[in-house]
């Protein structure tokens, strides 16, 4: 088994891995909805909300 210092690097590896994914997910969700502007202008709206929700809120 490894030492304390390689399951720290790991656990710090793994948490900055999480916002990129969800920085992935968001940017799918936009360009999916993009691609419905002009043949499901409703569909699209819905997707563009979701991306609203799905970003995190930005400190002030």
Same mark, same amino acid.
């Given at each position: 088994m490894g030492s304390d210092a390689d399951m720290e690097d790991y656990g710090f590896e793994y948490s900055e891995e999480e916002p990129e994914e969800q920085d992935v997910d968001i940017e799918n969700q936009y360009y999916n909805s993009k691609g419905?502007? *002009?043949? *499901?202008? *409703?569909a699209a709206l819905e997707g563009f909300a979701e991306v609203v929700q799905m970003e995190p809120e930005k400190a002030e």
């Open positions: 419905l502007v *002009e043949t *499901e202008p *409703e």
